[in-house]
């Protein structure tokens, strides 16, 4: 199937899911997931493996309701993207409930990082602070040329200026220094180059020390949020925290380690809704081997 092809099938998808009611399309992903975990998959494996490294306390039933949790909620949140990427500013306002620690403002005097983490609502939140104020976006630029064309217009349709990671570094310190603030997300495997491995559940993770260098640079203070799922079919929760406190400190592995620490805290709240099935620990420490073996 030709990219050009394989982008309207799936934009009139996701279009046709944001035409249906919320409570329908949760409802829909759930149901699917429910039925794919039932399947051997790569994708299972990958958030086995991750549940019993980073629970190794829970027992195999405690691990296996978990993960059937977590697989309902991922494949839910492929559902909930059509609403997100393609339903009105109205709608989302109405699905999402906002808490905020800090004042928030189209221009920040000072520089201001918007530290996100792959929680399954993630999508959610980013749009709905798009729609109310000005911000710029880091995003991965994907191998599939049509998801990426539909997620980078779609992400950016309230105004998002999107900045691809690699891109000039003179690019966004600009973005900051102008007083708009940029959401990025740094909780996955990147690769080794500007990493540290620092622990995360105990275990030692390839962790991005792109956030403290940027903070450092820019005199950018660096404030987590974090997007749930509400219960119910009620729609979603972004919450703004504090910025983090003393932060950058001036050792890059440090910083890596205080951002693992913050986000365990927020897992443990909602384990069910982090986005376990990616290869967090995909590179490991020199002379150890793949755990997705």
Not at 228 to 247: A, D, H, M, S, T
Request: net charge positive; proline share 5%.
């Amino acid at each position: 199937m030709n990219h050009k092809l394989q982008h309207a099938l799936t934009a009139g998808l996701l279009r046709a899911l944001a035409a249906l009611p919320y409570g329908l399309v949760a409802r829909s992903g759930e149901a699917l997931g429910r039925l794919l975990y039932r399947l051997p998959s790569k994708r299972k494996r990958i958030l086995h493996t991750n549940l019993r490294l980073c629970f190794p306390e829970k027992t195999d039933q405690q691990r296996d309701n978990l993960a059937r949790a977590t697989f309902q909620h991922v494949i839910r949140s492929y559902f909930e993207r059509g609403v997100q990427w393609y339903g009105s500013a109205t709608t989302l306002t109405r699905l999402t409930e906002l808490h905020s620690a800090i004042e928030l403002a189209d221009v920040y005097e000072q520089p201001t990082i918007f530290l996100g983490f792959h929680f399954t609502a993630i999508e959610a939140g980013c749009m709905y602070y798009s729609i109310h104020h000005e911000v710029a976006s880091l995003y991965t630029p994907m191998s599939n040329r049509a998801a990426e064309n539909i997620s980078r217009t779609q992400r950016s349709r309230f105004g998002t200026e999107m900045i691809p990671r690699g891109s000039s570094a003179r690019q966004t310190l600009s973005v900051l220094k102008s007083g708009k603030p940029i959401m990025l997300a740094a909780d996955m495997d990147f690769g080794l180059r500007d990493s540290v491995f620092v622990p995360f559940f105990g275990v030692q993770a390839c962790t991005l020390t792109a956030v403290s260098r940027l903070a450092k640079i820019s005199g950018a203070r660096v404030v987590p949020f974090v997007t749930e799922v509400l219960p119910g079919y009620r729609g979603y929760k972004l919450r703004i925290f504090e910025p983090l406190q003393n932060y950058p400190c001036g050792d890059v592995k440090a910083d890596a380690l205080l951002t693992n620490q913050f986000l365990e805290a927020q897992i443990q709240n909602i384990p069910e809704q982090y986005y376990w099935v990616h290869r967090r620990f995909k590179r490991r420490p020199e002379g150890e081997p793949s755990v997705y073996q």
